[in-house]
């Protein structure tokens, strides 16, 4: 019996219970919560359906809860059903009944965990976006990686996932960039305001080496030059370090293109003929404290060119256009503002301001024997994702940045990621993995392997019970990250996971030893045990990082 088979039964009863009392079962919502208990001797799962419902029915809520556990515990599956408090049921399923939830999981494979709660919703979901001016620091690395698993968990729910890059090739930093670039060429100092380190020097190098004339060039055509070259490297290096960090995108849209293309104005003189924007002291403004920001943003500067929130509400129209009903940024922590911004454009274009939704990551540091890492060696005053990759891989990066709410800054302690031990988190649940496909390997070597019709009602160990219900919570806490934009929550039950499989397997002998013969006991925990490798698997693969079967 699997939770979600569990709460429809819970529910069914309920249900019962209120009709032969006279009341109407519509009081019961559509979906009833059942949840472990965090006191194991409490049972194996608890409702609180008696609370929520029985006084809305009339009824008294340790009334209706002791009917209901007495109708529970007279349903084949239900070891027990007992009241607690003031109308908790306590429940404790059989063991075979339990057991099915292995049986479910190595049915569906590599589907389990997947779900249907998002299906029909078309998302567009920006993240990175960092600016071609330089590699990608470590914020930009913890978008890659929240980013990514977050696209993946809202797909196992159903959703259609667009993963969006924009790039900004238009404005200020780029002209600081070009020239930061020609000052390298010339062998100048950075500009004052400009962009420093190695990688420029490479850039402005590869630039001469494609238009060795380029700084001989009239002004305009030298600075184009190196602008057309320049970011076009940049960029791909940005785009490969995602690719070797496992992050790829859909669609790379350009900031530029809004502009040249006329869409910027078309969204302007839109707003100007719904009344949306007014002019004031020379500029054009948008009205954005009527749809709940702290302040009117300027849309058109009082010198006739567009200030960024103009692309910003040409860049939200395209994306509507495109037929997105959600549109997720993934932004900064600089830019709180943002929220309020987004929101106000898509209510003053006519859109439900809920289209818009912005999710804003803190910063991140690195530690090294106990002290902060500061210098990169590549780009000189930032970390880079390909400093952190350097120093601890990809799996270990992807994992420690996604294992965190992006609401909390983050210390990244480079020391324990190297460690191959359990106090490291990633080899924690990569080792657990490990593990289980060699103890598949093992039974394979002797002839045994798992079977799905074994008789699960051996598996009466409490160890045994707590490793399958831990497995079944693996649905519901897909289902909570992709409804709740936490993929971090699949990084925390992978090492719940960990942690339960590793105490069963403390306590309970999967193979035969020796010259013992292998036990229907043995074929039922070569199940479980595939049962549990497989939801690492599944895990692991949500938040972009491998399941190695050797360590």
């Known amino acids: 019996m699997t939770p979600e088979a569990l709460a429809d039964l819970v529910r069914t009863s309920a249900a019962q219970v209120l009709t032969a009392r006279g009341a109407d079962p519509a009081v019961l919502p559509a979906t009833v919560t059942v949840e472990r208990p965090r006191n194991p001797e409490h049972g194996d799962y608890a409702t609180n359906i008696a609370l929520q419902v029985a006084k809305k029915a009339g009824l008294a809520p340790r009334d209706f809860a002791q009917e209901l556990a007495d109708a529970l515990a007279a349903t084949d599956g239900i070891d027990s059903a007992e009241i607690a408090g003031p109308g908790f049921v306590n429940l404790r399923l059989a063991a075979d009944a339990q057991g099915e939830q292995i049986r479910q999981v190595l049915t569906l494979g590599d589907a389990y965990g997947r779900g249907t709660a998002l299906a029909g919703r078309k998302i567009n979901l920006e993240f990175v976006s960092a600016n071609p001016t330089g590699p990608i620091h470590l914020g930009g690395t913890r978008w890659a990686a929240v980013g990514d698993a977050l696209g993946r968990v809202l797909q196992a729910q159903g959703a259609d996932v667009t993963r969006e890059y924009y790039f900004n090739d238009a404005g200020a930093q780029i002209d600081r960039f070009v020239r930061s670039l020609i000052a390298a060429a010339k062998g100048d100092p950075a500009p004052e305001d400009g962009y420093a380190g190695a990688y420029i020097s490479d850039i402005a ?48 849209f350009h900031e530029d293109s809004l502009h040249q293309s006329g869409a910027v104005e078309k969204a302007v003189e839109s707003l100007k003929e719904n009344g949306s924007l007014y002019h004031a002291d020379g500029a054009w403004w948008l009205r954005s404290t009527e749809f709940g920001d702290d302040k009117d943003r300027v849309v058109i500067k009082s010198d006739g060119a567009p200030a960024y929130i103009a692309g910003d509400i040409a860049y939200l129209q395209d994306k509507i256009g495109r037929g997105f009903d959600l549109c997720i940024y993934m932004l900064g922590a600089d830019h709180h503002g943002y929220i309020a911004r987004l929101k106000a454009a898509a209510a003053a274009m006519g859109h439900d301001p809920s289209v818009v939704e912005v999710l804003i990551g803190q910063l991140v540091n690195l530690v090294s024997e106990g002290k902060p890492v500061r210098m990169s060696k590549r780009a000189g005053t930032v970390i880079t994702m390909e400093d952190l990759v350097e120093a601890v891989g990809v799996d270990a990066a992807r994992y420690e940045l996604t294992r965190y709410s992006v609401d909390s800054s983050i210390d990244i302690d480079l020391d324990l990621l190297r460690k191959s031990s359990d106090e490291n988190p990633v080899y924690y649940v990569q080792y657990a993995h490990a593990r289980l496909a060699s103890l598949q390997r093992n ?59 590793h105490k069963f397997y403390a306590v309970a002998q999967v193979l035969p030893k020796g010259d013992e013969e292998a036990t229907p006991l043995t074929y039922a925990r070569l199940a479980l045990c595939e049962a549990a490798r497989q939801v690492f698997a599944n895990g692991l693969a949500l938040l972009g990082v491998s399941a190695p079967e050797r360590m």
């Not at 076009?232 to 995602?242: A, N, P, Q, T, Y």
């Not at 649905?475 to 934009?485: F, G, K, N």
């Open 205 to 252: 190098a590869e630039v001469l080496r494609q238009e060795p004339s380029a700084l001989s060039l009239p002004e305009d055509e030298r600075n184009e030059t190196f602008r057309r070259i320049g970011v076009d490297l940049m960029f791909g290096e940005i785009k490969k370090s995602l690719h070797e960090f496992g992050t790829d995108f859909d669609v790379y």
């Open 443 to 501: 039974a394979a070597d002797l002839g045994l392997k798992f079977d799905n019709d074994a008789d699960f009602g051996l598996l009466t160990l409490d160890r045994e019970g707590d490793l399958i219900r831990t497995i079944g919570e693996f649905p519901t806490v897909v289902q909570r990250a992709a409804e709740l934009r936490e993929p971090h929550r699949v990084a925390r039950y992978l090492e719940s996971l960990a942690g339960a499989f």
